[in-house]
């Protein structure tokens, strides 16, 4: 291909595009001299182009090495569709029979294809080594790239083999293409494929448009999802979420009310994925409530909104999931709940790896809850993370920047640091060197002698929430860099050097404190309780009950009330939202209550807050369905146990949830198998004329003679009865 070739023309020719977009000139201009290229370029940003253009204008085949079996599909589709004949891209991967394999091999050898993708598994396969022998290779394209790097977000171990495969093969020059990697993760991908030498091409992290925030995670989580869609009604948006349950879940009760969504996971077949993807593609849906498989490849220029339901394992993840929004330029916001439960959820699932990976993990996990709990610019902290270097202080679209907190002076805290960190000779992490300051003997730093330092606890005195945010800042200041090589390890910068000699105020910001109160367990918690409501709910239900004569928790439990003066069901469906009402109970019971709770938010002037009254779908219904229709059968309850891989106990709590709900069960049959009537009916009797349900004050008063499981038997007979 001639030097001076009029690049703006091919790129008119073959895409339709009237100019290039960035460095991609500059990159297509160096495949075709022959270099090796670096590539370092965001989301969307157009990465495809710099190796499908020089492709098309080389002589040979170019090699597209790809994780994605979907992505491949996509892109030939695409190239394939611009071209005069076919054959001019193919994919070669575990989805083709033998006769496809065939046509693509007999296309490459007839010279028709310009570019062929392969997955790393089928690029190492000896009968295609063999067979790409035969063949001119133009350059080898390396997609994905940070898979090769264990501290890349999406490591894969077969990436590690695509070295020796290419020496294997027949040298070529090679382009490695990433949209995110972190100084780390850019030395291992060019000491990894051989190509140290290779022209770099970083273009901006830096997007504009989108907009980060971090909430705190609560029990409420999924109801301020709802609210957020639905006051962001007919965009189009992801929610992220680390589990297939989660996402099953999330999807159907956003379905129930009246969004159009639909979950996307690993565990669904291809064809159902592929449905789905083009749903939302053609806006059919809105809503895509994935795992992490769901995005790559997908250009969807307008998606509005990415959340994250978890925090993700690493602030790559995180920031190639977000890219996901804006791609047009338009509003993207990127919304991201955390709790520090997750993050000791997440390296527990770490247990059981090997050692080196848990380290790594851990790291990379250290550095998203740094992101999540600073108060500092988040996109500052992001660019920084990628090793680039943001200079305003305010970038006016994230939540910190929004609402910035006040600053104090953190001159001395820092001098400790810094001297803490030229004490142990700047071979140390963050944790160590907090644990140094604050005077903490562990065992670590026994062995290292380091508690018989001069500055060992010079900081002992000082506010311990402080250190994590001064070592942050300290890092985006330029005083202290993370050693590439051993990652995490700080270094002394000369500006560090400089401080240490001649202090000078430095401002800093603390973190924001994130208050543990979600429990994956109990989605249904509390909100603010309505204490003037809740009085006057007791007090109807204490006159519902002397008219009805049962005892008050009978009509509706403590918990329900609760619910009820936090909530503010007005209507009988409504009411069904709240824990320990179902169907039967709100029609037998529930129109004063909703009545009461509207004529209170009528003349308080009380607007009940849209997120409260989202329809939930139950996440055990199937399993209830089953133990009621068991039940309803007359099988023995040790059975239905077995049957459905519960304990004896797990069932009664089943099935104690079951009539607390307002559905009726009869379980005579099996009280006459397992116990003496005259047992039974003092149990009975004690429930009639006691004004608590709580089962060790039931044991207190009934003695030894009874046991918990007797009691809480005929607590479900006496509820079903007298309840439902």
């Not at 679209?397 to 030229?422: F, M, S, W």
């Amino acid at each position: 291909m001639p030097k001076d070739v009029n690049l703006n023309a091919q790129l008119k020719r073959f895409f339709g595009f009237d100019k290039f977009k960035g460095d991609q000139e500059a990159i297509i201009r160096n495949v075709l001299d022959g270099n090796d290229t670096f590539v370092l370029m965001p989301t969307g940003g157009g990465k495809s182009l710099c190796y499908q253009l020089p492709s098309l204008l080389m002589e040979g085949t170019a090699i597209v090495i790809s994780p994605l079996i979907a992505l491949m599909k996509n892109q030939v589709d695409v190239i394939n569709g611009m071209s005069e004949s076919d054959g001019v891209a193919h994919y070669l991967n575990s989805s083709l029979n033998k006769a496809a394999i065939d046509q693509v091999k007999a296309d490459i050898v007839e010279g028709k294809t310009k570019l062929l993708y392969v997955a790393p598994e089928s690029l190492n396969k000896d009968d295609n080594v063999e067979f790409l022998k035969t063949v001119k290779i133009s350059f080898y394209a390396i997609d994905e790239a940070h898979c090769i790097s264990e501290w890349g977000h999406d490591f894969r171990p077969e990436y590690r083999n695509i070295r020796p495969t290419i020496q294997r093969i027949g040298e070529a020059p090679v382009i490695a293409l990433t949209a995110t990697a972190t100084d780390k993760v850019r030395t291992d991908i060019k000491k990894n494929l051989g190509i140290n030498d290779a022209k770099e091409f970083n273009s901006s992290f830096n997007r504009p448009n989108l907009y980060y925030e971090v909430r705190p995670k609560t029990n409420e989580i999924n109801k301020q999802i709802i609210r957020f869609i639905k006051q962001n009604a007919g965009k189009s948006g992801i929610v992220y979420c680390l589990s297939r349950k989660k996402v099953e879940e999330l999807a159907a009760d956003l379905c129930a009310n009246d969004i159009r969504a639909a979950a996307y996971h690993a565990g669904l077949d291809s064809a159902k994925r592929s449905e789905t993807q083009d749903d939302f593609l053609m806006e059919r849906i809105d809503i895509i409530v994935a795992t992490i498989a769901f995005g790559m490849g997908i250009d969807k220029p307008d998606v509005r909104f990415v959340i994250h339901y978890d925090i993700p394992k690493s602030l790559e993840g995180y920031y190639q999931e977000t890219g996901r929004a804006g791609r047009d330029g338009g509003e993207g916001k990127c919304i991201a709940f955390y709790s520090y439960k997750d993050l000791q959820k997440l390296e527990k699932f770490m247990e059981g790896k090997p050692v080196a990976e848990q380290d790594i993990g851990k790291q990379l996990l250290q550095e998203t809850a740094a992101y999540a709990e600073s108060s500092m610019c988040r996109r500052k902290m992001l660019l920084h993370y990628f090793g680039e270097e943001y200079d305003r202080d305010n970038c006016g679209n994230c939540d910190n920047c929004l609402h910035p907190k006040t600053k104090i002076e953190g001159r001395d805290q820092l001098l400790i640091v810094l001297e803490a960190v030229a004490a142990v000779k700047e071979n140390f992490r963050a944790e160590y060197i907090i644990d140094f300051v604050k005077g903490r003997a562990t065992d670590d730093i026994v062995s290292h002698k380091h508690n018989q330092l001069e500055e060992f606890g010079a900081g002992e005195d000082e506010n311990p929430k402080l250190w994590n945010p001064v070592i942050r800042q300290a890092l985006l200041a330029g005083m202290l860099k993370k050693d590439v090589e051993n990652y995490g390890l700080l270094k002394l910068t000369a500006a560090g050097k400089r401080f240490i000699k001649s202090p000078h105020s430095f401002m800093i910001v603390e973190d924001t404190e994130f208050k543990d109160d979600y429990d994956d367990e109990s989605m249904d918690g509390a909100g603010a309780l309505d204490l003037e409501l809740y009085a006057m709910l007791k007090d109807l239900r204490k006159k519902l009950a002397q008219k009805v004569g049962v005892p008050t928790y009978v009509v509706f439990q403590d918990q329900s009330l609760e619910q009820m003066a936090t909530m503010y069901p007005v209507t009988l469906q409504e009411l069904q939202n709240i824990q320990g009402v179902g169907a039967g109970k709100a029609k037998r019971y529930g129109q004063p209550f909703c009545d009461l709770i509207k004529r209170h938010c009528e003349e308080n002037e009380i607007e009940r807050p849209e997120e409260l009254r989202v329809r939930t779908v139950a996440k055990r219904s199937m399993l209830k369905v089953q133990i009621i229709q068991s039940i309803d059968r007359k099988i023995d309850l040790e059975e239905i146990a077995r049957a459905q891989g519960l304990d004896f106990e797990d069932l009664l709590t089943e099935i104690e949830g079951i009539v607390y709900s307002g559905t009726q069960l009869n379980i005579d049959y099996y009280l006459e198998d397992v116990m003496d009537e005259d047992h039974i009916d003092d149990i009975y009797e004690y429930f009639r004329e006691s004004d608590t349900d709580d089962i060790d004050a039931a044991i207190e008063e009934l003695g030894d003679d009874y046991s918990e499981e007797d009691i809480r038997l005929v607590r479900v007979k006496f509820f079903s009865e007298m309840a439902n």
